[in-house]
């Protein structure tokens, strides 16, 4: 019967591949913050900065019970939002033009050119923005939920990523969302984790919560421990992890939005299997 076991062997050894980045999928359900307004940010530690991202994410427009707006209750709004005109004329970037940006087209370009100089934009003063398709769908899908499903790729100095209404702004005081041009002065982000796993195989966090004051901001720190199993079949490589969860109100404690704080440990679990 010795002979026939096999022994698993335990160890902790230092993680030396610091620069190797982490996958991380997650899939959110927002009932009552629309996908126009709803914005994913990540900030690392190290200072690296990815706002309102696009690449890798999947916002699916929904009904407060969770099922998706059908095409016909799309094309039905679509049909309401103004036509955007004078695209070609250069406007003014109301204080945020330099010398690679002379003009500013649209909205969109207004709010890049305050980003890059670290300003915070109110986008119901700037002129470009007043029928921006943006302010238009944000006003017409009050009535809207989103659901986001994403990719990425995080570094292991530590950080957050975030799933956050409104317009995000950098500047020298912090990161912050602006909600003012939303219409909206209370946003119910009661939601729905429907999984978030780093790696491939690893464990998966899920978790639904209500928001009982509206604006809250929803806190989840993560401790990841990276484990490697070395079996006989074969080697898998996977993130172990331990959550805390905090709630604070949006109003002047914290940001509204729902934020993942994650470290990762700098030792890994290795488990050796062999035979005896």
């Known amino acids: 019967m010795y002979f026939l076991q096999r022994e698993l062997t335990p ?10 980045k982490v996958p991380v999928h997650f899939d959110i359900t ?12 990540v900030l690392t530690k190290s200072g690296e900065l990815m706002i309102d991202i696009e690449k890798n994410i999947t916002k699916t427009r929904i009904h407060h019970d969770g099922t998706p ?12 939002i103004p036509e955007q005109k004078n695209l070609n004329v250069c406007g003014s970037c109301h204080g945020a033009d330099s010398p690679k940006r002379k003009c500013c087209y649209t909205c969109d370009d207004v709010l890049e050119a305050y980003r890059e100089k670290g300003w915070k934009a109110d986008i119901t003063k700037f002129e470009q923005c007043r029928n921006s398709q943006k302010l238009s769908l944000a006003r017409l899908t009050h009535d809207e939920g989103c659901r986001v499903v994403g990719d990425l790729l995080l570094n292991k100095i ?12 950098h500047s020298w005081g912090g990161h912050h969302h602006n909600l ?14 429907n999984s ?6 690893g464990k998966t966090f899920s978790a639904e919560k209500t928001d009982k004051e509206k604006n809250a901001m929803f806190q989840y720190y993560l401790t990841l421990i ?7 079949n074969g080697t898998t490589f996977f993130y172990d992890f331990a959550v805390n969860e905090n709630v ?14 994650y470290d990762i440990s700098p030792m890994i679990i290795e488990v050796n299997e062999s035979n005896p």
Do not use: M
């Open 180 to 193: 003012e041009w939303t219409g909206r002065t209370q946003i119910d982000l009661s939601h729905k984790w």
């Open 226 to 232: 990276p484990t490697k199993r070395n079996f006989l």
């Open 196 to 201: 978030i796993t780093f790696g491939d195989g």
């Open 248 to 261: 604070r109100s949006g109003y002047g404690e914290g940001e509204p939005g729902v934020f993942v704080y």
């Open 11 to 20: 160890q902790l050894i230092v993680d030396n591949d610091r620069e190797e």
């Open 69 to 80: 707006l059908t095409v016909d209750e799309i094309e039905a709004i679509q049909k309401q």
């Open 30 to 41: 927002l009932p009552y913050s629309s996908c126009p307004i709803t914005t994913v940010d």
């Open 158 to 169: 530590g950080g957050n990523f975030h799933v956050a209404p409104g317009t995000s702004d």
